[in-house]
């Protein structure tokens, strides 16, 4: 047996030493406390606790604090500090654990500077301390690590920084309220006078003060996003929550990506709520997003029954039915005192007294408001209306057909219009106001609601439709890049003067997309009707559409599996909204990848409903004798029989299955004598027991193997030849996120010979182009 030299015993020893040590480095113990040089390292080594001083300064006479940072961030960000009012100024502290669970901060003479007042009944334990990976230092028992019986933690007690699985609000079962406060400035985390937290009405939402002033409202939870900010909403990265019960009253966020490290400050030098994103890259934090946002975000800017429109100058106006109670200082742009009603008004009188609808609205202040989560819109009008303190009602919830009720009593304030969100609000007017509104360029627009934008803003907006604007052009005219004066990118559609065809899509595409609101489908803004003249205006998606990707050997590499089916799930969820969840059953009948628009986060938005179709809540298909579409993606009983249901999306929705994971086009005509059809490629693999060789080779090294065969297995259902074999997108969804048995798929019918076109026959092998992005109508005789 070999003899080891005295050196190597030495540090042999240290080696153990050193790892004994760092078994505990993320726990304080009662043999152990942490003096001033120290820190504490949580186990996944994200975050750091010791003692720091503020600012530049690398004097340790300096004020110091008991701190948490990134430890993984080269740039020291402190994300909570304990003892924010009284600082050290000497470096003798310790931080310690009593025997019953205290955590106390003691100067070089034990005076007590910092602790956590924390009791506990418990007779038989021993407490620790110990810092968690997620940034949440906490006091327990050192047997028990269930976070329901933690003694004290201080994500009960955050500062400025608001961390991913925090909870912002109340414990109403023990009256503790976690709310964030600013440091006073960068140098100085005493508190500040800027604070955010959560009101507790009858219908919640989150507020910012500064002092005793509110400073900006989120607005309450809508169902889908918080009303007043659609940013603060579901993402690829970020998941908000929000509960509301007898025993709980918070919101909180957590990632999806544990790389991204990400958190949301108060910042009192600028007065705004930022989230900071870490840059691996440039190594520095990167702002994403700084609420208020813009001159509307301002509290109650346009006072009581006065609403703000950022796009618009002036941007207060009294809503309908209203009018400035001090013109005088209206017109010099003081519009604190806000609007009172301009006619004569009988409560709950027939004939005299009514609502007027008002859409993409942040509603107002709900701090004078009701809620009943069970109650229909129709039964909350009939509340607001029998009680004359009532001014305004709405759903609580917005999903679906919308659901719940909400009562507004008394002035309406802190009132906007979102262009990209917001809900109905309908506000109590005199009869006269109630009546349909029109336009004077044209009538056309009377029968339907939709967000009217000046002519002459969307020509400046656009550049006066310069070609250098242009995004691309469609079967009913030209896409054009917009620029808004609040910098909002839009993109315009302006229908070709010379197509009587696209007008019936126009009119139709306005009609369906001012009633849907979803992520993954593609927002309408409003439009401008002007003689000649119709424009769409959308929402601008910078990353262009899914083919532009997909189909293209260089683009196609910045889709990564992860992306992909992220991107298949979204067009899922937004299919089934439009068959199932949405108040409107729609059927899109032009569902491919040139028609999926993505966002610049990659997430997926359904686009172009002018050939969509509107179908009872109990219908699930109808027919047309004129067939529209592209081919490649319609199902054989729409391009033969004009038989179109929520089916015939399925097998749409299919085809774009394959073509993603496959990265080719289906090229939409196949013929007896050959196999270039994705369908039938997709299926001869199948049938081979080779299905491994349809995936696409830019995403072999990030592929999931069993995912990738899930969903040709899903798209050879969704193609079957019978509607009624093919699953519904509820049955899809739940197919695509478990790993159930799926059944086997039969032969698809991907083989067509003729069609009628014109009541002409002709030979799909002489007469049609096989690209899938030519849109066609086809007559069908009855």
């Known amino acids: 047996m070999a003899i080891l030299p005295p050196l190597t015993i030495v540090l042999s020893m240290l080696f153990f030493l050193n790892k004994a040590s760092n078994a505990t480095a993320d726990t304080i113990t009662q043999s152990q406390s942490l003096q001033d040089g120290e820190t504490l390292v949580s186990e996944g080594g994200s975050f750091e606790l010791g003692f720091f001083t503020p600012g530049s300064s690398t004097n340790n006479s300096a004020n110091r604090y008991i701190g948490i940072w990134y430890k993984n961030v080269p740039i020291r960000t402190v994300v909570w500090v304990a003892n924010r009012d009284n600082p050290i100024n000497d470096n003798s502290s310790v931080l310690s654990i009593t025997k019953d669970g205290q955590l106390l901060l003691l100067n070089g003479n034990n005076a007590v500077l910092w602790s956590t007042n924390a009791t506990t009944t418990k007779i038989s334990f021993t407490p620790v301390a110990q810092l968690l990976d997620t940034g949440n230092l906490v006091v327990r028992d050192e047997k028990d690590k269930n976070p329901e019986n933690y003694f004290w933690q201080s994500f009960d007690y955050p500062s400025d920084t608001f961390l991913p699985g925090m909870k912002l609000g109340w414990d109403f079962r023990t009256g503790l309220n976690r709310r964030l406060t600013a440091w006073r400035n960068w140098d100085d985390p005493s508190p500040g006078d800027y604070t955010s937290g959560m009101e507790p009405n009858n219908n919640p939402e989150t507020m910012t003060w500064k002092g005793s002033k509110k400073y900006y409202r989120i607005g309450p939870f809508d169902g889908i996003e918080f009303s007043g900010s659609p940013s603060l909403k579901y993402n690829l990265i970020i998941n908000y929550t929000y509960v509301f019960n007898k025993n709980e009253l918070y919101t909180a966020y957590f990632i999806n990506d544990k790389s991204v490290i990400s958190r949301i400050v108060l910042n009192q030098t600028i007065y705004a709520q930022q989230r900071w994103t870490w840059d691996k890259d440039s190594e520095s934090w990167r702002s994403s997003n700084s609420l208020p946002g813009d001159y509307c975000d301002d509290y109650n800017l346009c006072g009581a029954f006065g609403m703000c429109v950022v796009n618009q100058s002036p941007v207060c106006r009294c809503l309908d039915g209203f009018k400035a109670k001090s013109p005088e200082s209206w017109n010099v742009m003081d519009w604190s005192q806000g609007c009172v009603r301009s006619g004569n008004w009988s409560c709950r009188e027939n004939g005299k007294d009514g609502f007027v609808k008002f859409s993409n609205m942040k509603v107002p202040d709900t701090t004078r408001s009701w809620l009943n989560e069970s109650m229909t819109l129709e039964d909350c009008r009939a509340k607001c209306f029998e009680n004359c303190s009532c001014t305004a009602f709405a759903n609580s919830d917005i999903r679906g057909e919308g659901s719940g009720c909400a009562i507004w ?10 262009q990209n969100g917001g809900q109905d609000l309908y506000v109590r007017q005199p009869v006269s106001q109630t009546g349909t509104k029109h ?11 939709v967000p009217l934008l000046d002519f002459a803003l969307i020509v400046e907006a656009t550049n006066d439709f310069s070609s250098n604007n242009k995004l691309g052009e469609g079967g009913f005219g030209p896409v054009y890049k917009g620029i808004l004066p609040d910098k909002q990118e ?5 229908l070709s003067r010379t197509s009587n065809q696209g007008l019936n899509e126009f009119m139709n595409e306005v009609k369906l997309c001012t009633k849907l609101q979803h992520r993954n489908l593609v927002k309408v803004l409003g439009c401008s009707i002007r003689q000649d003249e119709k424009l769409l205006v959308y929402e601008y998606m910078p990353n262009r559409s899914l083919d532009f990707f997909l189909f293209d050997p260089t683009q196609a590499k910045q889709l990564d599996w992860s992306k992909r089916l992220f991107i298949i799930n979204g067009i899922a969820r937004g299919l089934l909204y439009l068959h199932q969840d949405s108040r409107l059953r729609i059927i899109h009948r032009d569902l491919k990848a040139s028609n999926i628009l993505l966002d610049n986060e990659m997430n997926p938005k359904i686009s ?3 050939l969509a179709r509107l179908c009872g809540s109990n219908q699930n298909e109808g027919n ?11 199902a054989p009983e729409y391009a033969f029989d004009g038989i179109f249901s929520i089916k015939s999306d399925v097998f749409s929705f299919g085809i774009l299955l394959l073509e993603i994971v496959s990265g080719k086009k289906n090229s939409g005509i196949s013929h007896f004598d050959n196999n270039n059809n994705l369908i039938a490629h997709a299926w001869r693999l199948w049938k081979e027991g080779n299905p491994i060789q349809l995936i696409d080779s830019y995403i072999e090294d990030s592929c999931i193997l069993y995912e990738a065969l ?15 074999e093919r699953p519904n997108m509820a049955t899809v969804i739940m197919m695509l996120s478990n790993q159930n048995p799926l059944p086997e798929p039969k032969e698809p019918n991907f083989l067509i010979e003729k069609i009628l076109i014109d009541g002409e026959t002709y030979s799909t092998k002489e007469k049609l182009s096989t690209t899938n992005e030519l849109t066609i109508s086809i007559l069908s005789p009855r």
């Open 608 to 610: 172009d409903f002018g």
């Open 409 to 418: 009593f008394g002035d309406l304030l802190d009132l906007r219009q979102i």
């Open 624 to 634: 047309t004798s004129k067939v529209v579409g592209t081919y490649g993606y319609m």
């Open 710 to 724: 899930r969903c040709i297995h899903v798209g050879l259902l969704c193609v079957q030849h019978r509607p009624n």
């Open 490 to 494: 839009i993109a315009v559609k302006r």
């Open 439 to 449: 336009n004077n360029d044209d009538k056309i627009i009377e029968d339907f609601e």
